[in-house]
Protein backbone atom coordinates (compact mmCIF):
# COMPACT_ATOMS: atom_id res chain seq x y z
CA UNK A 1 0.00 0.00 0.00
CA UNK A 2 1.22 3.42 -0.81
CA UNK A 3 0.72 6.11 2.01
CA UNK A 4 0.04 9.52 0.55
CA UNK A 5 0.97 12.05 3.40
CA UNK A 6 0.00 15.55 3.57
CA UNK A 7 3.95 16.70 2.38
CA UNK A 8 3.40 14.68 -0.77
CA UNK A 9 0.05 16.12 -1.39
CA UNK A 10 1.39 19.94 -0.71
CA UNK A 11 4.43 19.02 -2.91
CA UNK A 12 2.31 17.46 -5.93
CA UNK A 13 0.45 21.44 -6.68
CA UNK A 14 3.72 23.27 -5.75
CA UNK A 15 5.71 21.17 -8.38
CA UNK A 16 2.81 21.93 -10.51
CA UNK A 17 2.98 25.15 -9.94
CA UNK A 18 6.52 25.40 -10.12
CA UNK A 19 7.36 23.80 -13.61
CA UNK A 20 4.53 25.83 -14.94
CA UNK A 21 6.19 29.53 -13.50
CA UNK A 22 9.28 28.15 -14.55
CA UNK A 23 7.90 28.45 -18.26
CA UNK A 24 6.08 31.04 -18.20
CA UNK A 25 9.22 32.98 -16.68
CA UNK A 26 10.90 32.14 -19.80
CA UNK A 27 8.56 32.59 -22.27
CA UNK A 28 8.49 35.84 -21.32
CA UNK A 29 12.08 36.01 -21.53
CA UNK A 30 12.61 34.54 -25.05
CA UNK A 31 15.88 33.04 -25.14
CA UNK A 32 17.40 33.82 -21.99
CA UNK A 33 18.70 31.49 -19.96
CA UNK A 34 19.24 33.67 -16.63
CA UNK A 35 17.66 31.88 -13.50
Same mark, same amino acid.
Given at each position: ??? /??????????????? !?? /???????????? !?? !?
Amino acid at each position: MIE /VTQIEIGLIPITLAG !LF /VTAYLQYRRGDQ !LD !L
